[in-house]
């Protein structure tokens, strides 16, 4: 081994503590970016892996009724490559002890495989086609409800009850993340997907010959809008609901959602790591290299280049990057593989497991040897290139004199020990102000991690109490007149108000951008105190403009839509048409893209008043049993969305994914102050040891003596927090920017609560670090501190 390798490995080995300290953030930062990124390439690589096995299709399309007509028709398309017509309804259930909500997908008569949707056999086997009573069902349906394969299972359907057995369990691309119907989460327990025989369920719907849904997949190089219209036109005539591409299929549209917050999450994080890694090399050499300056010198003397000596305390950096590397490839793989798990209970995929590509590991063992290496160059290029006469020699001292820290120490009247701490952080900005950065680094990680639970109290507050206010949703099978919907609804048990409302499927047009949404109609007679409300901008309740129409935020933009133009709306339900309407300014919105309008301004439009699809309901708790018996046994209702289980749901599963990610950054940005902190404080003992033992022998005491170590470090914390609190908040915003999607908008939030959670564990860890670094100066002997100047 040549000896400056043996000396590489003596430096790593005396340096081991501070070492550790730049490997810990270093490493952090390397295993945000493989758990995140490793994490997103596995869903991905799941995604399309499973998507292309079950041949997952590329545009959907709902009508009233389908002949086999129409369906030739469209497969004759140019663009569309193959294309399956079946059957699609909701219905509801009924177990032992739990009701809810199923969706009822056809299986192809006579027993014939599925060409496109092709669920994947989890346990038992296909339902018989010449059994009527037999169905399959969703595997995550079935595990929460603990059905298997034999089970009886209670279907109501288009107000018919039916007792069927259950014959397997099935999973399908097209429900990875299965929602319900006026849901914002998966409810595995209340809501499932059935699989039926095409025959059995085209006589319970009375469309015998015919099918209400479709879809298609398209050949290579093909317009998805071209092909949109094509079938749109097609089925415009049979109550077509609108073609929409696999973009907006809700389960595939979630999924990429949580894929870009992923990739944001990735993109954002980990170069404020590295950056403070980059800084903590730079501290940790500078100090090495002008206690070694001598022995640089030396080196030159005997033979030694620039270059060699360059290679070796770079060598020391790359050293101390590679414990780094393996310390966060170690972490991020399992963490990844956490997550992983994690996402198991969100998106159902037959297998998912923690499979990232190299490229996370390669790209981010990349960056941290940039890092690092940026870190050593600085500090060892001056004293490298010095000649070994000059290196030889002691450095001159600081020529330091009165100055700003003397001056506005008299103005503020300092102890001798308040003015050491001033002027030792005033004379040496640089070191303060890399201090600083870091410290400022780790606060803006602790605010961008804890506001998270103020943007989803805002936007659980926003849902579940300014703008939802009833107990009670129930979704109608099939549109009635308002009037008789207000009065069937009063008389059931427990009710004590009823309010029936409209939610219309439509298209909206601006141009040649076109998006399908819902229009919800208001009663402007309620005066704003509906159950149902909207919101402006900043969060207030307020009518809908009775001139037009209102938009969220994203959809407008989305539409390309300034106040005052004309939105083209095209109503996708009977009485069927295209109306125009003025746009009339955007709302508050956090889930979906839901359009607003005055029910009067529809009302006038069509000449009648526009049919009610649901009711929303405030339900006394002492009537709630009763209530509960009438609506399961109704065959008008649909659906029912209890307003308070949703929100508790929402609560439980957001709460208890932020917890444990908010602990893992929240032990980051501690991990950050604790390195920075503890390597500043560190070089500071070693640099002012001799005269930090000159004040034990005139007479100070141990403390006094700490008590300069520690001011300076937390002088230069409290300076470098309003930085960090800006900086957290600008982090803050541009990740509510990349998580916002058309389907998620979240609002910008940040409680004083927040910053001041972030402030405190900052200022507690950098002065437990800082303690414990003053306390080492006990340990030094004082005599040879007094011998030696420069003694680490």
């Not at 190299?358 to 940039?370: M, Q």
């Not at 950098?766 to 414990?772: D, E, G, M, P, W």
């Amino acid at each position: 081994m040549r000896a400056l390798d043996r000396k590489l490995l003596r430096d790593l080995v005396r340096l081991w503590k501070p070492a550790l300290a730049i490997a810990l953030v270093l490493g952090c930062g390397i295993m945000t970016m493989v758990m995140m990124r490793g994490t997103a390439q596995t869903l991905e690589r799941t995604r399309a892996e499973y998507y292309a096995d079950q041949r997952f299709a590329e545009v959907f399309a709902h009508a009233e009724r389908i002949p086999p007509a129409t369906v030739a028709a469209i497969a004759a398309l140019p663009d569309v490559a193959q294309v399956e017509a079946r059957l699609v309804t909701a219905g509801r259930f009924a177990l032992p002890g739990v009701r809810g909500t199923v969706q009822v997908v056809s299986l192809p008569q006579n027993g014939a495989a599925l060409r496109l949707n092709r669920p994947v056999l989890r346990s038992g086997r296909l339902p018989d086609p010449l059994r009527e009573d037999e169905v399959a069902v969703s595997e995550p349906f079935a595990l929460a409800n603990g059905l298997r394969p034999g089970d009886a299972l209670e279907l109501t359907l288009k107000g018919r009850v039916g007792q069927y057995r259950i014959t397997g369990t099935l999973m399908s691309p097209e429900f990875v993340y299965a929602v319900p119907q006026g849901a914002m989460m998966p409810d595995d327990r209340h809501h499932g997907i059935v699989w039926m025989d095409g025959g059995r369920l085209q006589a319970l719907l009375g469309l015998k010959g015919a099918a209400n849904d479709l879809v298609a997949t398209l050949r290579p190089g093909a317009g998805e809008a071209r092909v949109l219209d094509a079938i749109d036109r097609q089925l415009d005539r049979f109550g077509g609901a609108g073609a929409y591409g696999r973009g907006r299929q809700m389960s595939h549209a979630f999924l990429s959602n949580e894929l870009d917050q992923l990739a944001t999450l990735a993109n954002w994080l980990p170069p404020v790591f590295l950056i403070v890694s980059a800084f903590l090399v730079n501290m940790v050499l500078d100090r090495l290299v002008r206690l070694e300056r001598s022995q640089i010198g030396l080196l030159k003397a005997v033979g030694y280049g620039t270059g060699q000596i360059l290679r070796h305390y770079l060598g020391l950096a790359l050293g101390i990057g590679a414990v780094g590397i393996v310390l966060g490839w170690v972490t991020g793989w399992l963490m990844g593989a956490w997550m992983t798990v994690m996402y198991r209970d969100f998106f159902r995929f037959p297998h998912l497991a923690y499979q990232p590509d190299l490229s996370a590991f390669l790209w981010s063992g990349l960056a941290a040897v940039v890092a690092v290496a940026l870190g050593a160059v600085r500090a060892v290029a001056g004293a490298a290139a010095l000649a070994p006469a000059v290196a030889m020699q002691a450095p001159p001292p600081p020529a330091f004199g009165r100055g700003l820290a003397d001056r506005l120490g008299a103005v503020l009247r300092l102890g001798r020990l308040a003015m050491m701490v001033l002027r030792a952080m005033l004379r040496r900005p640089w070191r303060a102000l890399s201090t600083g950065a870091g410290v400022a680094a780790a606060v803006a990680i602790l605010v961008a991690s804890f506001f998270t639970f103020d943007v989803i109290e805002a936007v659980m507050d926003d849902i579940f109490n300014r703008t939802n206010r009833q107990d009670v949703t129930l979704a109608l099978t099939a549109p009635a007149e308002a009037g008789a919907v207000r009065l069937a609804a009063a008389e059931l048990p427990g009710v004590t108000r009823a309010e029936a409302e409209s939610v219309l499927p439509v298209r909206l047009r601006h141009g040649a951008v076109a998006r399908l949404t819902t229009l919800r109609l208001h009663d402007q007679g309620t005066g704003g105190d509906g159950l149902v409300r909207v919101l402006d901008e900043a969060g207030r309740p307020v009518l809908p403009a009775p001139g037009g129409i209102t938009l969220p935020g994203s959809l407008a933009r989305a539409l390309g839509v300034r106040p005052g133009d004309l939105i083209e709306v095209e109503l996708l339900m009977a009485p069927r048409g295209t109306y125009r309407f003025r746009f009339a300014g955007t709302v508050r919105q956090a889930m979906g893209q839901e359009a607003h309008m005055p029910a009067a301004l529809m009302t006038a439009a069509l000449r009648r008043p526009a049919p009610v699809t649901s009711v929303n309901l405030r339900v006394d708790p002492a009537g709630r049993p009763a209530f509960d018996r009438v609506v399961a046994a109704s065959p008008q209702v649909a659906a029912v969305t209890d307003w308070r289980k949703l929100r508790d749901q929402f609560n439980e599963t957001m709460n208890a994914s932020l917890l444990t990610s908010t602990l893992i950054f929240s032990a980051i940005g501690m991990l950050i102050t604790l390195g920075v902190v503890y390597n500043a404080a560190r070089i500071q003992l070693a640099e002012r040891c001799h005269e930090l033992a000159t004040l034990r022998v005139l007479g100070f005491y141990r403390i006094e003596v700490g008590a300069v170590l520690v001011g300076e470090q937390m002088l230069t914390v409290i300076l470098s927090l309003p930085f960090g609190l800006a900086a957290g908040h600008g982090l803050a915003a541009l990740m509510v920017r990349g998580f916002s999607s058309e389907i998620v908008s979240m609002p910008f939030v940040i409680h004083p609560g927040t910053y001041a959670l972030a402030t405190g564990l900052t200022l507690v860890t950098a002065l437990v670090t800082a303690i414990a670094v003053a306390r080492g100066h006990a340990k030094v002997d004082l005599v040879s501190a007094l011998k030696n100047r420069d003694q680490s």
